[in-house]
């Protein structure tokens, strides 16, 4: 029986694994017999959800059992607000993970047309694009994980539908001024769009330099993806946007599930716009971080990427997945990069100063 079932099964669907998020906090205690677990694993923001959102979340609690409004109007115009943007180019989603598989969906035809990234990339691009039926192409990054234009652009053609690129770039922390992107994106062909994802450009520094914000026109080819996952810490909530040409985006809208973004997520996310006093703090909290972590992984002999977002990816002169072990014994998660291919190099997400401390003591340990 269980057989036959499986026979009605999609093979695009067949070829699936079960997404791996990495190690919880919970199960690392109980495996170890820890009191306290650090997670510097997920990119997610060490100072937790800001007291603002916390108390717009419970205050709102009661209205669980309204629907929120369909396409979220009063958390799109606070976004465009934010932005100084108009807000029928902005598009909210149940995380920016639904926003990609819906461009995917809304632009692509299966068996025809084509995706193009880099390889490694976010493996959400891949897996929608996967499960759409659609043929997804990869160009290798350079060796130092900078942007490889020219090979990228060697793969797409008439049937390329969306370029998708990650900046700043995970798992590299590496970033592209905004101007290359736009060349790049200037060179593609119509009927093609650039998404850009900028899930961690709230880190990069300057902004104004990396983001593709003021490249963007109403009635363009270029895509802007944001989350609330990293900067604004709301990663359980799912909460991302998109902004997008109008046209695409009143079809996006047609086409998302009406309700995908829940009524406290909608709350939470304007509380959250409001909160800059949060995210100033976040903000230095990464940026003092990163200098910290990027000098004390070197002096440690690690070769360190420079980076723009709130992670470093590093290449110890020790064993990288018995570095990742020692840690994990010790109650630190970070990220190996086995599964992008990567199995010398790690990623650490950056944490408050006494986690980063605590971090670097158990490295001086583990690496003798
Ligand atoms: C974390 C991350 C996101 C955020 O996804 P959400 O679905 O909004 O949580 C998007 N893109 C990349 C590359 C990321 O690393």
């Known amino acids: 029986m ?11 669907v067949k070829s699936f694994k079960p997404y791996s998020p990495g190690l919880g906090i ?17 990119n997610e923001n060490p100072l937790g959800v800001s007291p603002l959102v916390q108390e717009t979340i419970s205050s709102s609690s009661g209205l669980a059992f309204r629907y929120p409004g369909a396409n979220n109007p009063e958390l799109c115009l606070a976004v465009a607000r934010h932005l100084g943007l108009d807000p029928a180019c902005i598009v909210c989603g149940n995380g920016s993970d639904e926003l990609i598989d819906l461009l995917i969906r809304m632009l692509s035809v299966p068996g025809r047309d084509n995706i193009v990234a880099f390889n490694p990339c976010f493996s959400i691009y891949r897996l929608q694009a996967r499960l759409s039926g659609v043929e997804f192409r990869q160009a290798e990054l350079n060796p130092d994980f900078s942007f490889a234009f020219k090979e990228l652009l060697n793969l797409v053609d008439d049937k ?17 001024p905004a101007s290359e992107l736009h060349r790049f994106a200037s060179k593609l062909p119509q009927g093609c769009c650039l998404v850009v994802d900028e899930a961690y450009i709230d880190f990069a520094d300057p902004l104004d330099h990396y983001s593709m914000l003021s490249f ?32 695409l985006a009143d079809y996006m809208r047609r086409i998302r599930l009406p309700f995908s973004v829940n009524i406290l997520a909608e709350k939470a996310g304007q509380a959250a716009l409001k909160d800059s006093e949060f995210t100033r703090q976040s903000l230095a909290v990464i940026t003092r971080g990163r200098e910290f972590l990027s000098s004390e992984l070197k002096n440690l002999g ?67």
């Not at 269980?2 to 999609?10: A, G, P, Y």
């Open 2 to 12: 269980s057989e036959q079932l499986s026979r009605l099964i999609r093979n695009e």
């Open 26 to 42: 919970d199960e690392i205690k109980k495996k170890y017999g820890l009191s306290r677990v650090i997670k510097m694993a997920s």
């Open 160 to 176: 390329t539908r969306v370029v998708f690129l990650t900046n700043p770039d995970n798992p590299s922390g590496y970033a592209a």
């Open 216 to 247: 963007f026109r109403p009635d363009s080819n270029l895509v802007v993806l944001r989350t609330f996952s990293k900067m604004y810490a709301l990663a359980g909530l799912r909460l991302g946007y998109a902004i997008l040409p109008v046209t």
């Open 302 to 368: 690690c070769k360190v990427y420079s980076s723009q977002a709130n992670f470093i990816m590093f290449y110890p002169p020790v064993n990288a997945g018995h570095i990742f072990q020692e840690l994990l014994k010790r109650g630190i998660i970070i990220r190996p990069l086995d599964s992008y291919g990567f199995a010398h190099l790690l990623r650490v997400s950056i944490g408050t100063a006494e986690e980063n401390e605590i971090f670097i003591k158990y490295m001086q340990e583990v690496m003798g």
